[in-house]
C-alpha cells in the first residue's frame, strides 16, 4: 500500500516564526488532505489539494504530484498553531486516506 | 464537528466484554470510516463504509465489525474486547472528492 512520510517528526517555534512541513508519498495519488490535531484531539481539515497551491490566511500548501510531495506552509506562528499536522493521501476520491505519523509543533510564546 | 457526532466519548470496560461505539451524520454523506489513533502509529483505518450495508475491511480490522443499516449511523463493534484496543476512536464522514470531516473521538480504555 501507499506509505507516507512527514518530517520533521517534531518542531518547536518560537512565535511569529514560520515554517515548512513536507509529506513524501510513494505512490500516484489523486486525493491529498492536510489536517491539524488541536491539543485537545479534534482533528481539524486543512487543505483538500491533490495538486498545486492553495491558501488560507496564514496557512498555505502545495502539492507536486508528479514528485510525490506536498508542503505545508504555517507563516508568523500563533501559539493557537500547536498540535500534531497530519498528511493523509489516497488512489482517488472513493478510497480511504493513508495517514503519515504526522510532525508535531509546539509554538513557544 | 457540526453534523457528525460520536457516542459515547468516552468508556471503561473489562476484558472480553462487547463493546459498541456509534457514529452519527446529519449530512447525507456517502462514504464513512473507522480509525484507530495510538501513539506512533497516527491514524490507522480499521473498517470503512461506501454506503447502506456496504463495508469493506481496513489495515486493523481484525477484532472489530462494523453494521451501517441506514445512511446516518455507522457501528464499530468490538465483539471481546482486549487491552491491546485501548484507543482513541475516530470516525471520518466524506463524499468522493472532498475533505473528510471527524467526529470528536470516543476513548476506549480495556482493563
Known amino acids: 500500500g501507499i506509505q507516507v512520510e512527514q518530517s520533521p517528526p517534531d518542531l518547536i517555534l518560537q512565535e511569529g516564526a514560520n515554517s515548512t512541513l513536507r509529506c513524501n508519498f510513494s505512490d500516484s495519488v489523486n486525493n491529498l488532505q492536510w489536517f491539524h490535531q488541536n491539543p485537545w484531539g479534534q482533528l481539524i481539515n486543512l487543505f483538500y489539494i491533490p495538486s498545486g497551491t492553495k491558501q488560507n490566511g496564514r496557512l498555505s500548501a502545495t502539492t507536486v504530484a508528479t514528485e510525490r510531495y506536498s508542503l505545508l506552509y504555517i507563516s508568523s506562528s500563533q501559539t493557537t498553531d500547536s498540535g500534531v499536522y497530519f498528511c493523509?493521501?489516497?488512489?482517488?476520491?472513493?478510497?480511504?486516506?493513508?495517514f503519515g505519523k504526522g510532525t508535531r509543533l509546539s509554538v513557544i510564546a | 464537528d457540526a453534523g457528525i457526532t460520536q457516542s459515547p466519548r468516552h468508556k471503561v470496560t473489562e476484558t472480553g466484554t462487547p463493546v459498541t461505539l456509534r457514529c452519527h451524520q446529519t449530512e447525507n454523506h456517502r462514504y464513512m470510516y473507522w480509525y484507530r489513533q495510538d501513539p506512533g502509529h497516527g491514524l490507522r483505518l480499521i473498517h470503512y463504509?461506501?454506503?447502506?450495508?456496504?463495508?469493506d475491511k481496513g489495515e486493523v480490522s481484525d477484532g472489530y465489525s462494523v453494521s451501517r443499516s441506514k445512511t446516518e449511523d455507522f457501528l464499530l463493534t468490538l465483539e471481546s474486547a482486549t487491552s491491546s484496543q485501548t484507543s482513541v476512536y475516530f470516525c471520518?464522514?466524506?463524499?468522493?472528492?472532498?475533505?473528510?470531516?471527524f467526529g470528536s473521538g470516543t476513548r476506549l480504555t480495556v482493563v
Open positions: 471520518a464522514i466524506s463524499e468522493s472528492n472532498y475533505g473528510y470531516t
Open positions: 463504509s461506501y454506503g447502506v450495508k456496504d463495508t
Open positions: 493523509a493521501v489516497s488512489f482517488s476520491g472513493n478510497t480511504p486516506l493513508v
